[in-house]
């Protein structure tokens, strides 16, 4: 029988170690290369301000193998917040261990203790991987679903 995986809330001393997983994250998906120093700055400035909470799964006395970073806006519908999955990603040879999943699960909590009521996240489409664990989990998507139109997500560089 195997274990939870481990995962724990990053700390600012874990700065260096997320900014090379998501530099990772984005060679893989072939996304814009980051700036080192830049990505270390901005991890500390969202740890020490609240506004960003990461964390961290599969360490064992060496870099993690995976991070979540979470953040939260104010909400226009209710008093509280809404909570946004800004990332999820677990290093490609150790994917289907349960960080991911084990990682999301601290983010639901993590959402629900700061009193958010929504969620929102987004992926690919032909993530079918990460697909699979959102809808797995009551995630619904709202892209060609029954319930009203196709919703679309854009984004643009300024």
Do not use: C, W
């Not at 995962?7 to 170690?17: F, I, Y």
């Not at 953040?71 to 800004?86: C, E, I, K, M, V």
């Not at 999301?104 to 969620?119: C, M, N, P």
């Not at 987004?122 to 991987?129: N, P």
Request: glycine letters at 10%; hydrophobic letters at 35%.
């Amino acid at each position: 029988m195997s274990s939870k995986p481990n995962v724990r809330r990053g700390t600012a001393e874990d700065a260096e170690a997320l900014a090379r997983l998501l530099r990772r994250f984005n060679d893989e998906y072939e996304d814009k290369p980051i700036d080192h120093d830049l990505t270390v700055e901005r991890i500390n400035a969202l740890i020490a301000s609240g506004e960003g909470v990461f964390f961290l799964a599969g360490m064992d006395g060496r870099d993690p193998l995976g991070f979540a970073y979470l953040q939260f806006n104010p909400s226009l519908y209710s008093r509280t917040r809404d909570a946004y999955l800004g990332e999820l990603y677990v290093v490609p040879e150790r994917r289907g261990e349960g960080m991911g999943r084990a990682m999301l699960e601290a983010v639901l909590e993590e959402a629900r203790a700061k009193d958010a009521v929504h969620i929102s996240l987004g992926t690919s489409v032909d993530d079918t991987e990460a697909r699979g664990l959102y809808e797995s989990t009551g995630f619904t998507n709202l892209e060609g679903g029954d319930d009203g139109p196709s919703m679309l997500y854009y984004e643009r560089d300024l």
